[in-house]
């Protein structure tokens, strides 16, 4: 099973639960402050990081799906303050590491220097996580993370090309055939 076929088994049994998630499920959104704004580059930052999250194989990856965009919206419109500040304090440190590490920003990274550092940044988020403090922000990249996830998978892209996607529930039949490597299912009338 390659690592999009276990994320997408793993998203669909877990329901997607995202840091910040009551915000998604109630719709609410948080009193707005004087944010300074993502820019196209940033969305453009938070794309490569995406696809590299969730590369282009033989379906299409999260860049494809407009994963930058959505983050940018997710982010300002649900999260609050301290989790936004985290999340674009985050987007610089990404690019400040890039540069420190490969003199060039992120964007400009070939696609292995990209893993390399978002694996590096990944471990940092592991250790951070085990440690943190229940009243201290989460980290920076696993809000980034989650977010390329839950966008993905609910985008059209990830909904009919990396899952096998029913626009119809039919009748329950509890003992569907598993064949290795088939894709995940995805009903959107099923509620988590």
Known sequence: MD???AIARLVAMTGMAVVGGD???TGCRPEKRSRAPFTPADIATLD????????????????AAGIGA???VAVNDCYDDRAHDAFADGLRKIDDVSRSRYGKAFVQCSPAERTTLLE?????ERAYTKAQQPSAAPHYFRLMRELTLLGYFTSEIGCTKAL???????????????HQGDRAWVNPMHRF
């Open 70 to 72: 959505f983050m940018t």
């Open 48 to 63: 490569e990081i995406g696809e590299t999250i969730l590369p282009t194989t033989d379906t299409p990856g999260a860049k």
């Open 120 to 124: 590096a940044i990944n471990r940092e």
């Open 3 to 5: 690592r999009r076929a």
């Open 23 to 25: 915000a998604f499920l």
């Open 164 to 178: 096998r996607y029913v626009e119809t529930p039919g009748s329950y039949d509890g003992n569907v055939a598993y």
